[in-house]
């Protein structure tokens, strides 16, 4: 498998090797594999990037390894706390480039969601992320580098008190189109050598890409969420627009097969509500029908606003009368609490800076100047 390892300073960045990689590398600077395990151990597990400070390793494989190689996360270029201990960091990417990643702590875990790149390629019409356009997939090391940086921000320096127990690919970017360094990056998280986290801990969110759903479920053994939002195509087309590619049925049939290749697997669906667009109660039902077809949970997201959108969130009334539909048909229902919003940290809400390739953002803000409604169809 090939790996794009080297950094402008011609060094390669360690963070972009997983376990089969980084012995790889080792071997081909004619040291033993238990070298490999030792380094990968003080990246991950200490959170050190100074190979001065490995200290188990001979000074003339550290003096090497400085000349050879590097541990090079993103920059961190903003760091905003919320009222409710919602974290969120701007992380910097190259040429102007940046991507937010999202720490949210509860009592019994610590969720950190990632980016899987800068912007998106997709145009969910709810979705902030979508209106800065799309600029480039990110590396390995930039996806696995997000968890780094914020666990050394959060002082996650040991690997058996960690205060990141749940790392969701929920951030910029569909993950499914960025495949192998996403699966790299979602291996580390899983590697003893790496963060250690359980696979039911690492989950996966995509939009809806039918082949690399199948894909997924023969080479990453993660949780899958996928962004829903409306239980028929005609409504699902309007908000996803990818939809119109892989409509509900073959979406559905590829989460079954991923279900059943993962043995008591749930899969997760994430229903965006927003007012008078998709919380009614035939809707509801709808979706309960959807649900009996394979095991299932959805999580009930109310629409965070952003500037420009011409959507609003559902009324909390709404909201309730939606899940208890759900709840008396015996379909597992949660409300997501929202989290960060005074940050713009919340579920939606992400924008880093992208230097945007698609002339997306250049048409959203000439609407925003025009008085339209953005996202207007």
Known sequence: MKHDTNNASGKTNLLDLDREGMR??????GEKPYRADQVMKWIYHHLVDDFEAMTDLGKALRAGLAETACVGPPKTLLDKV???????????????????????????????????????GLNCTFCSTATQGFNRNLSTAEVIGQVWAAAKHLGNVTHRQRRITNVVMMGMGEPLLNFEPVVRAMNLMRDDLGFGLASKRVTLSTAGLVPMIDRLSECADVSLAVSLHAPNDELRTQLVPLNKKYPIDELLA????????????????????MK?????????????????????KVNLIPFNPFPGTQYERSDEDAIRAFQKILLDADVQAMVRRTRGDDIDAACGQLKGQVLDRTRRNAQFR????????????
Not at 91 to 114: F, K
Request: aromatic fraction near 8%; glycine fraction near 8%; charged fraction near 20%.
């Open 254 to 273: 590829a989460c079954a097969r991923y279900a059943a290749r993962r043995p008591r697997t749930t899969i997760t669906f994430e229903y965006t509500l």
């Open 366 to 377: 000439r609407r925003l100047e025009t008085g339209e409604q953005a996202n207007a169809a």
């Open 82 to 120: 919320s009222r409710d201990g919602t974290r969120k960091w701007l992380l910097g990417m190259d040429g102007g480039n940046a991507v937010e990643a999202v720490y949210i702590p509860e009592p019994t875990r610590g969720t950190l969601c990632v980016s899987s790149q800068v912007g998106c």
């Open 24 to 29: 790889a590398f080792f071997a081909q600077i």
């Open 276 to 296: 008078g667009i998709n919380d009614t109660p035939a809707l509801a039902r709808q979706l309960v029908r959807l649900m009996r077809r394979l095991p299932a």
